[in-house]
């Protein structure tokens, strides 16, 4: 695949990462020779120093044959007048842009459900862009995930699924300390499939014969009311949240605090299922005018303005008590450090938004429950779309050296009517769960599992073997 990525920015570059570790031809163009200097020494790819938003510059980087165009500066104007400008002379490039101004993009969604029959047909999307990624809007839908699902670990969730992959650490003295994952059956009846394992700091696809120690990391892949069960066995305990702190008003903090006390929304609820109907949510932040704002958009919650870094103010409204904090400032430093802290003074869980998953190891060393890391939750918005029709979700997982994939076996598919035990590759990719056509949940896949057009997959691969392997159950055009 032929990709095109102006903005060489950490966004692009990780981007360009993972694209080049797939195998895939990337150009990278940025104005700041300060910036594409160094660009060859992180990512194998090729590197323009010119304006991007530019044709002649863009005809240099060969947008003739690019399957893919994204535009990453941090001006959302030329963003997206270089998308329009693309899709003007090539229309059927592939062109997604991130536009941090929340106007641009509500305005967007608005014009296209307002006009559903017009942008459903052959007419051409709105400024030329087919998929528009808001950062603060990724990164709230992803903490809300972690919310839904107790906060006990960073959460992979499908499709209105009932499963999900928990990533979980296995305490001294638990239930699987010291057995093989071939063990596991005879120890518990609850269904689940172990999907990665994380042993002193390296990551691997497991097999039956992998002993689990305490102090290892599991992806556990089981349905969302087992969780709480598996989290016992493992040493851990999963509890529901009555109060919780949202530190930051900003958009961030206000696009959770809207789902989280909507009472339609899944965020108003605790993970079994129940309304928390004395559920109390607080929001936190050093601006006046972020928490005037707040305090007319969430009457019913606890709006604060103060120092969260300040434990005398802290303790006078009784923060420390709470079960959860989400830190949410745009100071992603502050936020990892502050949810330690919080920790420290009795707050029994915590979420922290980060840069990057480099971030998100600090995080988990300093105590923090569950970090999202803003430019991986960027990267796996972009690479989902990047795929086509057929894969609906990417997450990335580990540093970018696994990733999870939600995807369908198409006609074209090699895997059509054989068994899984037939196309297995251990070590390379694991099929974790199989929806059938028509079916409504995903069932997890076993060795006798056939696959038929339509099926929906479940699967973790090694990010060097994602394009290779999507490809062979017909979901990669060349």
């Not at 863009?58 to 899709?87: F, K, Y």
Request: charged share 25%.
């Amino acid at each position: 695949m032929q990709v095109v990525i102006v903005g060489a920015g950490f966004t692009g570059i990780q981007l360009a990462k993972v694209l080049v570790n797939e195998g895939n031809n990337v150009t990278l163009i940025d104005n700041n020779i300060e910036v594409t200097r160094h660009i060859g020494d992180q990512v194998d790819c090729t590197v323009i120093t010119q304006d991007g938003n530019n044709l002649e510059t863009l005809e240099s980087a060969r947008i003739a044959n690019a399957d893919v165009l994204v535009c990453l500066t941090d001006n959302d104007e030329v963003n997206m007048i270089t998308c329009s400008l693309v899709d003007q002379v090539y229309p059927k490039i592939l062109k997604i842009a991130r536009v941090r101004n929340y106007a641009y993009y509500t305005n967007t969604a608005v014009a296209k459900k307002t006009h559903a029959n017009t942008f459903s047909g052959s007419h051409r999307p709105l400024y030329g862009i087919d998929y528009m990624i808001h950062p603060d809007v990724e990164a709230a839908e992803a903490i809300v995930k972690a919310v839904e699902s107790g906060a006990v670990s960073n959460i992979v969730s499908f499709d209105n699924s009932l499963m999900q992959i928990s990533r979980i650490t296995v305490g001294e003295g638990s239930l699987f300390d010291g057995h093989k994952l071939m063990d596991f059956r005879s120890l518990t009846d609850i269904r689940m499939l172990v999907s990665y394992v994380e042993i002193d700091g390296k990551t691997s696809l497991p097999s039956g014969s992998t002993v689990v120690t305490a102090g290892c990391t599991l992806g556990i892949l089981s349905s969302k009311e087992d969780v709480s069960k598996i989290l016992e066995l493992c040493g851990s305990k999963q509890k529901g949240f009555r109060k919780i702190a949202i530190i930051g008003a900003g958009r961030i903090g206000t696009l959770i605090a809207k789902q989280i006390t909507e009472t339609k929304n899944i965020g108003a609820i605790n993970f079994w299922g129940k309304r928390k109907s004395n559920q109390i949510v607080s929001i936190i932040d050093t601006d006046s005018e972020l928490t005037r704002i707040a305090s007319e958009k969430f009457p019913d919650s606890n709006v604060l303005c103060g120092d969260a870094t300040d434990e005398s103010f802290l303790r006078e409204e009784h923060i420390p008590d709470y079960d959860l904090a989400i830190c949410a400032t745009h100071n992603h430093e502050l936020n990892m450090v502050l949810a330690a802290y919080l920790e420290s003074l009795g707050v029994k869980q915590s979420i922290s938004l980060v840069t990057s998953s480099a971030f998100a190891d600090i995080a988990t060393k300093l105590g923090v429950d569950v970090s999202i890391a803003l430019r991986d939750v960027i990267v796996d918005s972009i690479m989902s779309h990047m795929r086509g029709k057929a894969v609906k979700e990417i997450h990335t997982i580990t540093n970018g050296e696994f990733e999870i994939i939600e995807c369908e076996v198409t006609s074209s598919s090699e895997v059509l009517g054989k068994k899984l035990k037939e196309i297995a590759e251990p070590g390379k990719y694991l099929v974790l769960l199989d929806r059938h056509a028509g079916a409504e949940e995903y069932e997890i896949a076993i060795g006798d599992t056939i696959f038929a057009s339509g099926d929906h997959l479940v699967l973790i691969t090694q990010a060097e073997e994602s394009r290779r392997i999507l490809k062979f159950f017909g979901n990669v055009t060349e």
